[in-house]
């Protein structure tokens, strides 16, 4: 069967997920440019009936790109792209249209009190904080349906696996299914979190909550979660880019082995994002420092595949020289420029996680801007760049019309480039120089003097990107609704200069993987966690600051 007929009933699906993504970036887009604007000295435009405050529209901000853009995206883009690589229908597409409705129907039930100033918490919802119980049920759906898409791909991997006996699992199809993995194991510290704390507490059942207990559910969750938005990015740099560029997968065994490390190494960790938290023992987090310094090995394997299978490409089209093939890339390709510019920016976003992770280091950048310019080169481009680059093929697919302008599509991920550049650069400075992330900078009582010069430069980066993500999303407007010439083809999937057959069978295996994760979830997470229980307190009121 073709991949084109294979992934025909997914069509519409995908197209589904897509719009909510999409929408969800527009308001992302629209509350980032008015902080950017804040942080640059004007007044924020708080109001009675929309934002009621700069915290009100940092939640926002938070939850929309990175909670509801990215998940619907990958809920979307993951299951169209295992129906192509096994070249076979996926099993039951009933199961993904119930996973849509859940998981969109999570969606509106925690945007009400969010829209609505009950859930002005963060993405990040630290107890005392606290949201209105419709936020944590409805989010906590939202997880469910994730785990759903997981159990979608597992029956199409059996179905597929009893028609192909023997053979290697597609390699975007076994990519799409350990990250799945890794994120349904990941995800169960924010639904212990959710269902056992957040919302009898929000509910009024018990008393108060444990804020350290809590914290650290959520970040045994949100430190893979960074993962699950980054691997799809990671498929399409694999399985599509070193064909759109005119190349060659250099290895695919060595890509298998990069994912299968992400799952073991990326699930166990969290604590890096709590080195400041008293009440956990500095051995688990000087452990969990190293695991961070272990899961930059498989992003290093990935630049290393990635970088010589474009280098292969680049000869292949005539460049020369150690730099120089990288200039003879098809750049006139929005998809690719977009994803190529994704990947430099990533190149330097990885170094400060080095940074971050180092322990003692993190002391002078924690609750920083610097981390706000470096999660804005991770997920804010490494991510949302690639699948803005995925979405100038794969719109025009489902819409099966043709992308409206490609001239358009390649000034918008220039801008995107430029304005990131400038916005995540000032930000990185500015956490140096101490200022704080999460906060209203104008009003603070404690604004430093050495903050002024560079803070207009958060509201340019800020304004740039706002210009770039209309660009994309009225191109992918105006493709769907006037467009009328007939969509490009779907991109093939890379043939691989060393196939899967020459990599050992257990890159091809999931199970033996997914003990190894859980058993070292176990080791990582086991003593903190059964302490934190022994001792846990649930007297903490909660608090509505905003
Ligand atoms: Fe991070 C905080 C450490 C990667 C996202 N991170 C955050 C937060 C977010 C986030 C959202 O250890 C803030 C959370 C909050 O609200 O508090 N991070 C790391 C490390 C890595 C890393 C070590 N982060 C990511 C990715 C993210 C992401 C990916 C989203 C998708 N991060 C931290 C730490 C903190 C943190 C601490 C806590 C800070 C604190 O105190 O709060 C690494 O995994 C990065 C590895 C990446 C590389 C780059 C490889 C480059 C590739 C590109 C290939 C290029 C090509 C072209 C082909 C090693 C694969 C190049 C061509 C040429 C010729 C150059
Ligand atoms: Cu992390």
Redesign the pocket.
Known sequence: MSADTASAPEIRLTGAHLLVANVALLGGIVTGLLQGLEHAGFEFPASEYLLRSYYHSVSLHGVLN?LVWTTFFISGFLPFISARAYAMPLASPRLGWLTFWLMLAGLLIAAVPLAGNAATVMF?FYAPLKAHWAFYIGLTLVVVGTWLITLRLALSQRAWRAQHPGERTPLAAFMSLVTMAMWTLASLGLAVSMLFFLIPWSLGLVRGTDVLLTRTLFWFTGHPI??F??LPAYISWYTLMPRQAGGRLFSDPMARASFLLFLILSSPLGL??Q?TDPGIHEGWKLFQAFL?FA??FP??L??FN??AS?EGAGRARGGKGW?AW?GRLPWGDPSVAAQ?LA??T??AG?IG??I??SYNV?LV???TAY?VG??HT??GT??TLTYMGISYWLVPHLAGRALWSRRMALVQCWVWFVGMLIFSTVLHELGLRGMPRRTMISQAAYFQPEWKALLPWVGVGGTLLFISGILYLLNLLLTVTVSRAPAAAVPDFAVAAAPAEEGPAVLNRLRPWVVVAAVMLVIAYGPTLARLVATSQLNVPGLRVW
Do not use: I, K, P, Q
């Open positions: 990175v990040t960074v993962y938005w980054l890096h994002h080195v961070t899961v930059f992003s290093l990935t630049f990635v970088v474009l730099f990288f190529l990947m430099l990533f190149t990885g996680g080095l971050n992770a993190n950048v924690h609750n981390v470096h999660f991770t997920v490494a991510v």
